[in-house]
């Protein structure tokens, strides 16, 4: 008899334990469910931690529409610096030095629907860039993305930090002796050469555009190893002859060209063309940004002088279009719209011929964002007398330029983002 009670009292120990063990694994999974997901926390640390570390476990650029999102409302992680502390800041773009008291412009972020944005970490980009030459070649708008990532990476260089700033004609850069990094600036506001080349005084009549012509600038960036274009803002005049010879000579033809979209796209035929030729394919990589909105002064639609907030959401800003807001209600932006489509067209025969330029679509994030032009608080060459400039704005509100801190702050975080994954 004693072996099967001894069984039975097995038997009984048994179906304790197993209810012992359901009790505590359901405790674990109300527990463990309580308020998070603890797993997909876990794997949430694990990937911040490796992007932090490794480009290659950043989230892929072609899975992540950079460009289609909100603008997010964030003053506690924004801004990425301060303007105060920027040693290259400019007084076009120096809105809170010349007056501005609303600063909230500083404190938006922009959030893609599907992914996060990295954030900027100029101690990383400087690695990525060692031994490299990143340039930025267009007009004053891209001068104004240039200066903002200068201001960018500038916290992550140690006080001790070798910089030497250098003027070479067109052609401003900021060099960094430990890394061997340079990262500057040249003006051509065409592409191609014209009469408006000079950095300093631009030609702002009678402006002639060479359209076959290139070569002058280009030697100057033809050994970069980044380079990102920018060229709209000048071709919205439609007074621009084309030239047919060099600049200056007695024996150069001056033409107007009736269809005046076609000069940009016999110039931009030229830019590709020399592109085609001369770039390092499996070094040089190639960006071309998308339009930044802007609204010209003496244009009624879209002007941002006492605008202090981003436009409310009419439709979603996507890389497949520009949304239509006041800014696209003015004749300048109409155009703008169709010199975007010939750069579309441009970059896409580029890559049928092997060249592959990366189309940065920041225009329909910005389109939301007149709150974040200098408007009347910049430094003008005519006057800075705040009083005279408020009470006539239209006469001086700079609605094509941008604060910084600010909106180009994130286009440099997007071109960070690509750079990355170099």
């Known amino acids: 008899m004693w072996p099967v009670k001894t069984w039975e009292t097995v038997l009984k120990l048994h179906h304790i334990a197993a209810g012992l063990f359901i009790l505590v694994f359901f405790f ?10 603890y797993l997909n926390l876990f794997k949430n640390q694990i990937r911040v931690k490796r992007s932090e570390s490794s480009a290659d476990n950043i989230y892929s650029s072609q899975q992540c529409d950079h460009f289609s999102g909100r603008w997010v409302y964030d003053n506690v992680s924004y801004p990425l610096y301060e303007e105060s502390q920027c040693a290259f800041m400019e007084g076009a773009f120096a809105c809170q030095k010349y007056g501005r008291k609303n600063l909230k412009y500083q404190n938006w972020r922009w959030q893609p629907h599907h992914c996060n944005l990295p954030r900027f970490n100029g101690t990383l980009l400087l690695e990525k860039l060692k031994g490299k030459k990143l340039i930025f070649v267009g007009d004053s708008l891209c001068r104004n993305q240039w200066v903002s990532m200068l201001c960018l990476i500038e916290s992550s260089l140690p006080p001790s930090s070798i910089k030497m700033f250098n003027f070479t004609g ?8 430990e890394h061997e990094t340079t990262i500057g600036f040249y003006w051509s506001p065409f592409l191609v050469e014209s ?16 359209v076959h012509g290139i070569e002058k600038h280009a030697r100057h960036w033809n050994d970069a190893d980044i380079l990102v274009f920018d060229s709209y803002a000048w071709w919205i005049n439609y007074d621009i002859q084309v030239l047919w010879g060099s600049v200056g000579s007695p024996d150069a033809i001056h033409k107007t060209v009736a269809m005046k979209d076609r000069r940009f796209e016999m110039a931009l035929n030229t830019w590709s063309d020399w592109l085609e030729i001369n770039v390092n394919r499996s070094k040089t990589k190639l960006f071309f940004m998308s339009a930044s909105p802007y609204t010209l002064r003496g244009e009624t639609w879209g002007q941002c002088y006492n605008v202090t907030e981003p436009e409310a959401k ?5 890389s497949s279009g520009i949304r239509y807001s006041s800014y696209s209600s003015s004749s300048s932006s109409r155009r703008r ?3 975007a489509s010939i750069v579309e067209s441009t970059l896409q025969k580029l890559e049928t011929r092997g060249v592959r330029v990366e189309y940065v679509r920041i225009t329909g994030l910005s389109e939301y964002r007149r709150d974040a032009h200098p408007s009347i608080y910049r430094s003008f060459y005519t006057t800075n007398n705040q009083k005279q ?11 094509v330029h941008w604060c910084l801190p600010g909106v180009p702050d994130v286009w440099n975080q997007i071109l960070y983002s690509f750079l990355l994954l170099i």
Do not use: M
């Not at 674990?28 to 997901?37: C, G, K, P, T």
């Not at 009419?314 to 996507?318: D, G, L, P, T, Y």
């Open 28 to 37: 674990a999974v109300v527990y463990l469910s309580h308020d998070i997901n």
């Open 170 to 177: 067109n052609l401003q850069y900021f060099h960094i002796k």
């Open 195 to 210: 009469n408006c080349d000079d950095p300093w005084q631009h030609q702002s009549a009678g402006q002639t555009v060479r």
């Open 314 to 318: 009419v439709e979603e800003a996507s």
């Open 337 to 339: 719209k169709r010199l």
């Open 389 to 399: 400039k408020k009470l006539d704005p239209n006469s001086y509100a700079d609605c």
